[in-house]
């Protein structure tokens, strides 16, 4: 495990899991089955299907199941999230206090699918967990995060100077809507993103052909689990 980023609105972990045990949760979602709009489809005809989402899971009540290759995946994902809940307290809140279980589902993005702009201000957190083999920047489908903060640049410049007006400059303090980050969704890699933060997924290119935008993604809820979940 290796924290990559450590923003006040978001957490970026690369090398969530061993890499022999990454291996087998990616071949399990490989395996599972996906919801499309006419059913249940094997991943390998979820072009033709139009559909991209995998069974849910709460983390502290799966049963690991041989016949259900998706939960295999869970488990392992589940039981690493466990061991660095310490590391997002300060996004998520403290577990039984400002949440009390963590829910998700396997997602699949085909080039053309996107998120538009949304928060998740009724959960703690959201996260998501890239699961695919490889991803190469060509294809798209990042997360995009917005900042909420003043930007550095502008702040300080003198009223009517050059900098200035160059900068658009913004009072100190005002929040900003059209300046944020990029998270590129490589394998292994998870995200964690404080609930009230408006963040987007970027459109998948055609040039990924049949590598889809794979992903564990959900968020931390309060309340009792299975109630107001929405992974």
Known sequence: ?????????FLVIDELVEAPQ??????SLRRAKYRTHAGWASVWSLAEQGGYRCSPFTGDSIVRD?????????????????G???????????????????NG?????????????HTDKKYAASYSYYCQ????????????????????????APEGTGAARAAGAKPEG????????????IANRLVVVRGAIPHRIAAVSPAAGENYRMSITGFFVAGEAGEDDEA
Do not use: C
Not at 70 to 75: F, G, I, K, L, M
Not at 84 to 93: Q, V
């Open 1 to 9: 495990m290796r924290i990559a980023v450590l923003h006040h609105h």
């Open 22 to 27: 990454f291996k087998l949760l990616y071949q």
């Open 66 to 82: 041989g016949g259900n290759p998706a939960s295999v995946a869970y488990a392992i994902f589940a039981q690493a999230l466990d």
């Open 84 to 102: 660095i809940l310490p590391e997002l307290e300060y996004l998520t809140g403290r577990r039984g206090e400002d949440w009390t279980h963590f």
């Open 105 to 117: 589902n396997a997602v699949m993005f085909p080039p053309g699918g996107a998120l538009n702009w």
């Open 133 to 156: 083999s490889e991803w190469q920047r060509r294809w798209g489908g990042e997360l995009l995060v917005q900042e909420q903060e003043a930007p550095s640049w502008g702040r300080g």
């Open 174 to 185: 005002e929040a900003v809507d059209d300046i944020g980050y990029y998270v590129a969704p």
